[in-house]
T-cell receptor
């Protein structure tokens, strides 16, 4: 079974600053995928970044990067140069073979101007 | 916006009734997954369809059922609605396994 834990229900960051959202997971699989999704008030889940477990290099997408620690089963998201549009719920998720995704409870990110 | 569309956007039903939610997958995607997202929680996997066959199911009772059609669109049916079924229902489509899943905007179901 896969479980995903997000220990920060809420986080706040000043515009243009950097923030890190935490995520830990537990899986017995050796080959799996990890994701960070953003859910704004419009409700639609938007993929922020994706990491294949077999890749040692941390994924990066513009201002978003991850710190993937496979042995520690940790997958944190760093948002650099935070913008007002980054305010949303952020969900960490894991997937084995894309059969189903297991999501954490989410972190609500507030960006202060 | 992704190419995944869900209908209706909002729905109010009475306890004990039945409901059908619909999802049109993104062009070229043959896999559709359904999730239930209760207020203040993360989405929970209901089931997945791949090429019209159920390809995995989460911990949901049999009154949650689904279909996938030859054009890869999908339906989620819920019988004997309960108050706890009130939630946002999300549909996600993807190409073959291992690829990114694209979500629709969801259907907000309220059971009264």
């Amino acid at each position: 079974a896969q479980t995903v834990t997000q220990s920060q229900p809420e986080m706040s960051v000043q515009e243009a600053e950097t923030v890190t959202l935490s995520c830990t997971y537990d899986t017995s699989e050796s080959d799996y995928y990890l994701f960070w999704y953003k859910q704004p008030p419009s409700r639609q889940m938007i993929l922020v970044i994706r990491q294949e477990a077999y890749k040692q290099q941390n994924a990066t997408e513009n201002r978003f990067s991850v710190n993937f620690q496979k042995a520690a089963k940790s997958f944190s998201l760093k948002i650099s140069d935070s913008q007002l549009g980054d305010a949303a719920m952020y969900f960490c998720a894991s997937s084995y073979n894309n059969n189903d995704m297991r999501f954490g409870a989410g972190t609500r990110l507030t960006v202060k101007p | 916006e992704t190419g995944v569309t869900q209908s209706p956007t909002h729905l109010i039903k009475t306890r004990g009734q039945q409901v059908t939610l619909r999802c049109s997958s993104q062009s070229g995607h043959n896999t559709v997954s359904w999730y239930q997202q209760a207020l203040g929680q993360g989405p929970q996997f209901i089931f997945q369809y791949y090429r019209e066959e159920e390809n995995g199911r989460g911990n949901f009772p049999p009154r949650f059922s689904g279909l996938q059609f030859p054009n890869y669109s999908s339906e989620l049916n819920v019988n004997a609605l309960e108050l706890d079924d009130s939630a946002l229902y999300l549909c996600a489509s993807s190409p073959p396994p291992g690829s990114e899943a694209f979500f629709g905007q969801g259907t907000r179901l309220t059971v009264v």
